[in-house]
Structure formats: structure tokens, C-alpha cells
């Protein structure tokens, strides 16, 4: 067999393609840092998505449930080695991520005879000392990672992704807790609509309603199934451990709104 | 990799040594071979009605010198376990490092906390690998470990003898080259004002002080309190609190005041 550059290019394009498709379906996950911490929300059906991976730092991502935990847990065991060994200090996302997780998955990715490209996109939040120096990482399935400040978003598709980054203009360091959870919930919504659309010229089954409307609608069906995760980091707390996670039950105040029909 | 052991880990990475992957360090103790039981230090732990107190003095020794009289022996290992330390300084803090990244190694891996069990047998094998070390006179620990636990809604104090052999006490436990001079103290007020479990936290800190002032009086390796403060913490059901400073002022004047100093 001949292989050429051409050959090449059409096979990633392949292997892009195909991870794509399957990261369609995901739950978008949304970042959104505020005055007292630092958020991942999402909502899920079964398994749970948001982890604590170090003292600062969580994680969430959409995509293959194997892919997702190799990611987590060789992230677990980078920053828990480097931890010790040197001081939690020196574990940042930025090493994390762009020294010992993007590497491995570009190799994967441009390895188009041996390997099976992983299906993830991951969100990495790090609390920092003052709502400026919080800072988000989005990690793709090629290597690829990107920064941010404020919020992030995770979502199926690069359209589903815009929305939601638009939903959330103007969250900043001043934000609250309960705004900052109300935002990222709408932002999911937002996401999670334009996600389900099949076709980006907006003709389907959602195109007649109004947009605000059908947000709410799409949320209060998923509501009715799935589960609203959210993962904090607290900026003030005395504890040993910054890391919470709140589920349906501590959520019900700001849920209830949502559910009425 | 899917490890859950973070001395698996770095030896996997070739870190540490074997089998703990604690350094041997310099002494701030009086230990010499063959007695490994003496340390330079009073840490207490009582219990009452709602947790456990643990104080602890603040002078570090190597020999006859006093080395550092802001030593902090009384230290958080995650939300709900204290430990108070006696013995060589420098590998009590390791011993906590490792601990503590350990501890959340576990449960940030397997997405459950190590349980209580499983946390005093790894403290126990700490200890059983320092024994070469301590019998040269080079790093021997002996800490107590203070937890709430909440199966039983109750606070709960484990103490350990040099070879890694763990008791638990009903009422008390103390650690360090003064707590044998005050032993029978401890017992006295148990038979004469009732067990500490029944005792409110400012009659149990009270009691715990007066200990420790004896302890100083009474050995030369124990600080009193004429330049610093001692160090005391809380653990109870909503987790660990410092004991703040105007609090141990206040009893620290009234101890003072009674024996006319």
C-alpha cells in the first residue's frame, strides 16, 4: 500500500470526524468561576462527572466513560506524584495539562495505524487566591487545549459551545455562588438545545419556538430524568479539603423555579 | 494504572525509598538508641462532650539546646482526623505529608475516603518502618491520632507504641517525653471530676492546659507558656477548628493567676 501526505490528512480528518459524531450526544459541562470559588456544573443520567483531581483543581468532560476516567486518573496520579515530591505548590493545571496530558493524546490521535482515538473533551477548573487568578483549561481529544478566565464551556459541537460562551457573557470575579449556579444552569440549557439540533440552519423540531422558551422547556424534561452535579471549590473555607460535591438534594432551592411547568 | 497507593506510585516512578517512602532525617528529639519511647515534647488529646482537644506545647529540642519554640505539633490531616506528634520533628512532619497526600491520594482515586481502619493501619505502617531509624537514634515518631467519628457520633483517640502497635483510649492519650510525668494526673482527674467525655469543651481545654503546664514544670524538653502560646484544636462533628489565641489567653491568665506567677 502507498502511503502519502494526502492519505494522512483524509485519515485524521476520518478519525476527527468520527469523534466528533460521538461527542455530539454529550451533557455540556460549564465552568464559571465567581466570588468565593470556583463551579463545574453539568447534568448527568447515570454515572457521575465532576471530580476533584487536587487541592485545586476539578475536572469534567464529555465524551467515551473509559477515555474520561484514564484522563482523571492520570491526572490523579501526575498531580498526587508531583504533590509529594516536590509541593502541591508546583501542581498547576498548566503543567497538568500541557506537559502530561495533551502529549499523550496527540499521539494517540496522529497514531493512525496502531491506536484508537480517545473520544473526550475535558474541563480542568483551578481555584486560585482571587477570582482573577482562577483559571480554566479545555482539553481536546487531539492534544489541543485552550485557556480562560471567568467561565468555560464543554460542549457536542462548536455551535452548542457558542451559545453557551454567549449565555455567559458577564459572569466575573464579582459574581455569587447562587448567581454563578443559575448562569451555568442556563448555559447548559443553552448548550444542551443547540446540541440537540440536527441541523445547524436551525431546521428541525426546535425551530419554531423561542429560544428563552425552549431552554426553559428542554430543562425542565431533563430535569425530570437527569441529575444536576455541580463540583465546588470553596476559596475561604478553613477546611482541609476545598473541594464539595452538591447534588439534586442541595440544589432543590434553585431547581424548584425550574421544574414548575 | 489504576493504583490507589501512593507508595506504590512513587515507587512505580522510582521516588522514595523502601518500604516507606519517608527520608531519614536529623533529629530535633532527645532519642537515643534503644529508647526510642522519650521524645521532647507534651502532646495531650482529651475528649469531651462533643469531640476530641488536642494541645500540644511548642518547643522543638536537639539535645539540651532548644532548637525552635513556635513548633506547630498539633496538625490536620484531612476533615476529620487530627494528628499530635512527638519524637523527631522533621520526619513527624514527613510523616504528616505523606499521610495527607495519601489519605486524599485514596479517596480523590477511588471516589470513597479511606475508612478509619484503613487509616490507622497505614499510620501503623509508618511508624513499624521508621523502627531502624529510630533505634539509631535518627527519626523515631510517635504520634496520636484524634478522629470524629461519625458512626457513632463520638469523638475517638488512638495512640501508638514505637514498633506501630495501635490502642485505643477511652479518655485520654499523651505522647512525648512529658507525658509520662503526668500520667497519673490524667487518672486523677478522671476519678476525681468524672471522664473526660462528659466534660464541656472549656472544662476539658482547662484540664488539658493544666496538664500541659505540669508537663512543662515537670520536663525540661516541654515548653511552657511565658513566650508563646500553646497550640490547641478542636475536632467535632462539623470537623477541625483552632482554639483561638483570646480563648487560650483567657485560661492560660487564669491558670497563672491561681499559682500566683
Redesign the interface.
Known amino acids: 500500500m502507498v502511503f502519502n501526505p494526502f492519505d494522512y490528512n483524509e485519515a485524521n480528518r476520518h478519525r476527527r470526524d468520527s469523534v466528533e459524531d460521538r461527542l455530539r450526544e454529550g451533557s455540556p459541562v460549564v465552568g464559571v468561576s465567581f466570588d468565593k470559588g470556583l463551579i463545574i456544573l453539568t447534568v448527568r443520567r447515570s454515572q ?1 462527572k465532576v ?5 485545586r483543581i476539578i475536572y469534567s468532560a464529555i465524551g467515551n466513560q473509559s477515555d474520561v476516567e484514564a484522563i482523571r ?1 492520570g491526572a ?2 501526575v498531580a ?2 508531583e ?3 516536590r509541593s502541591p505548590d508546583d501542581v498547576t493545571t498548566h503543567r497538568l495539562v500541557s506537559f502530561s496530558l495533551s502529549p499523550p493524546l496527540k499521539r494517540i490521535f496522529g497514531d493512525t495505524f496502531n491506536a484508537q482515538p480517545a473520544v473526550i473533551r475535558a474541563m480542568f477548573g483551578e481555584l486560585g487566591k482571587t477570582p482573577e487568578q482562577d483559571v480554566f483549561y479545555v482539553l481536546n481529544y487531539d492534544g489541543e487545549f485552550s485557556q480562560s478566565h471567568g467561565f468555560a464551556v464543554v460542549g457536542g459541537t462548536q455551535e452548542a459551545e457558542d451559545k453557551m460562551s454567549l449565555s455567559l457573557m458577564g459572569v466575573s470575579g464579582k459574581t455569587t455562588f447562587n448567581h454563578a449556579l443559575e448562569r451555568a444552569l442556563q448555559a447548559w440549557a443553552a448548550g444542551s438545545v443547540e446540541s440537540r439540533r440536527k441541523s445547524p440552519s436551525g431546521d428541525d423540531e426546535y425551530a419554531s419556538e423561542d429560544e428563552d422558551a425552549l431552554a426553559k422547556r428542554v430543562l425542565r424534561d431533563e430535569l425530570k430524568q437527569g441529575i444536576v452535579e455541580v463540583g465546588v471549590l470553596d476559596r475561604d473555607t ?4 476545598k473541594f464539595r460535591l452538591l447534588g439534586t438534594v442541595d440544589l432543590e432551592g434553585l431547581l424548584s423555579s425550574y421544574k414548575q411547568e | 494504572m489504576l493504583s490507589n497507593d501512593l507508595t506504590t506510585l512513587l515507587r512505580e516512578h522510582n521516588l522514595g525509598g523502601e518500604p516507606a517512602v519517608l527520608p531519614p532525617t536529623v533529629s530535633f528529639g532527645s532519642i537515643t538508641s534503644g529508647d526510642i519511647g522519650i521524645h521532647g515534647t507534651t502532646v495531650i488529646a482529651v475528649k469531651f462532650n462533643g469531640g476530641v482537644i488536642n494541645v500540644g506545647d511548642r518547643r522543638a529540642t536537639a539535645n539540651f539546646a532548644i532548637m525552635y519554640d513556635k513548633a506547630e505539633k498539633v496538625l490536620p490531616i484531612d476533615d476529620l482526623t487530627l494528628l499530635a506528634i512527638s519524637g523527631s520533628f522533621a520526619r513527624a512532619l514527613e510523616v504528616v505529608r505523606y499521610l495527607k497526600t495519601q489519605f486524599k491520594y485514596f479517596e480523590r482515586s477511588q471516589l470513597q475516603p479511606m475508612s478509619l481502619d484503613g487509616k490507622l493501619s497505614e499510620l501503623a505502617r509508618v511508624i513499624a518502618a521508621g523502627v531502624p531509624a529510630a533505634l539509631q537514634g535518627i527519626g523515631g515518631v510517635l504520634p496520636i491520632l484524634s478522629t470524629f467519628d461519625p458512626t457513632i457520633n463520638e469523638g475517638r483517640i488512638f495512640f501508638y507504641d514505637g514498633m506501630g502497635a495501635r490502642f485505643e483510649s477511652t479518655e485520654f492519650g499523651a505522647a512525648g517525653s512529658g507525658s509520662t510525668q503526668i500520667r497519673g494526673v490524667f487518672e486523677y482527674i478522671v476519678k476525681t471530676k468524672g471522664p473526660f467525655h462528659l466534660m464541656s469543651r472549656e472544662d476539658a481545654l482547662r484540664e488539658a492546659l493544666f496538664l500541659l503546664d505540669i508537663a512543662a514544670d515537670l520536663d525540661a524538653a516541654t515548653g511552657g507558656w511565658s513566650k508563646h502560646l500553646p497550640l490547641a484544636k478542636t475536632i467535632t462533628a462539623d470537623g477541625i477548628a483552632d482554639v483561638t489565641k483570646d480563648e487560650l489567653q483567657a485560661i492560660v491568665e487564669d491558670i497563672d493567676r491561681l499559682h500566683n506567677r
Open positions: 457521575r471530580f476533584e483531581i487536587y487541592d486518573v490523579i496520579d498526587h506524584k504533590g509529594f515530591d478553613n477546611r482541609e479539603s
